[in-house]
């Protein structure tokens, strides 16, 4: 009897956890440097500004580059694997010599040879009803070639930029989670790690380490790349979610709330959804009277007569 099967939510979940792992040790890249060289949130200027330091920073950050790398190739086995699972955990023995035993025994899954890296993407394609593109196999190919000589010389043999990994982390999401909500994961999956358990979710949480990080995201996507991850042109207003601000104790973590907003309004112009907790807010069009936002919270709670631009409550400058 085999015990512990896989299912597709707990493969897929592990999968997403590796995928965000990879992202905020890529995003640290750009911020570590930028911090150091000219301001945390604003990647770009430090680039331009300091080219050369850059560079030299790079060739320290090729080990970095390599175990994200890395991480990405899990990350993407395990979401194959996981649509497999979708069908059946036994199909992802296909291929694979077990030895048998004529009296009863139980033997733990996870003991269990599966499905190699290579054929992942030819199983799911054959077995499942959401097959992956040429794109995708091609990237995964490739990918995966990079980790095995990652893991078998201990080097790639490239010089990796972090700028082509960012895309194909971007394009490996689109492929495998498409039905998904990019923002939500990366706070879902934040809140699972080793650094979250430390939070006491007033003056730290997970919501506050997105926010430090959204301002440098919207920078290094592309303009298409964030139309399809959230639905929306890059440079469309975004306005402040309070809910996911308080959450990310903003105020006192010094965030320019000008640039962490997470929330767009509907054709209407009556109400905001955000792109990160999901929820949707009702608001009044009237004038702040700190600013030249005009979306003003009047959803019913304690938002309301906020200003959805810079946060102030109106009342209070009245």
């Known amino acids: 009897m085999i015990k512990n099967l896989p299912t597709h939510e707990s493969l897929n979940n592990v999968a997403l956890r590796t995928y965000f792992r990879a992202w905020s040790d890529l995003i640290e890249i750009y911020s570590d440097f930028s911090c150091n060289y000219n301001s945390e949130d604003d990647v770009g200027a430090s680039l331009q500004n300091w080219p050369n330091e850059w560079r030299e920073y790079l060739i320290e950050a090729q080990s970095d580059l390599q175990s994200i790398c890395s991480l990405l190739q899990q990350s993407m086995e395990l979401a194959l694997k996981a649509r497999v699972c979708a ?4 199909l992802l023995l296909l291929g694979t010599s077990m030895k048998l035993a004529t009296s009863p025994t139980q033997i733990d899954f996870s003991e269990l040879r599966t499905l190699d890296a290579v054929d992942l ?5 054959m077995l499942t009803n959401k097959p992956v593109s040429d794109d995708f196999i091609g990237k995964y190919t490739k990918l995966r070639s990079l980790r095995n000589k990652i893991m078998h010389l201990g080097e790639a043999g490239v010089s990796l930029e972090p700028a082509e990994v960012l895309r194909l982390a971007i394009s490996f999401y689109l492929s495998m989670w498409s039905d998904r909500h990019w923002l939500g994961d990366r706070l879902e999956f934040a809140a699972q790690t080793r650094r979250a358990s430390l939070y006491d979710h007033k003056w730290t949480s997970p ?3 997105v926010l430090a990080e959204w301002p440098i995201d919207i920078e290094l996507f592309q303009k298409g790349e964030y139309k399809k991850l959230f639905g929306h042109e890059k440079a469309k207003r975004r306005y402040l979610c309070h809910p996911c601000v308080s959450e990310g104790n903003a105020d006192n973590a010094g965030f320019d709330k000008l640039r962490i907003g997470t929330a767009y309004l509907d054709n209407a112009g009556k ?3 955000c792109i990160m907790c999901g929820e949707t807010i009702v608001v009044a069009r009237r004038k702040c009277s700190d600013c030249e936002g005009d979306v003003i919270g009047d959803n019913g709670d304690r938002w309301d007569d906020h200003c959805h631009t810079c946060g102030t409550a109106i009342d209070e400058k009245m």
């Not at 993407?121 to 394609?125: E, I, K, R, S, Y």
Request: proline share 13%; glycine share 14%.
């Open 87 to 90: 069908v059946s955990p036994y």
């Open 121 to 125: 993407p030819g199983a799911v394609n």
């Open 207 to 209: 919501h506050m380490d």
């Open 271 to 273: 109400a905001l959804g």
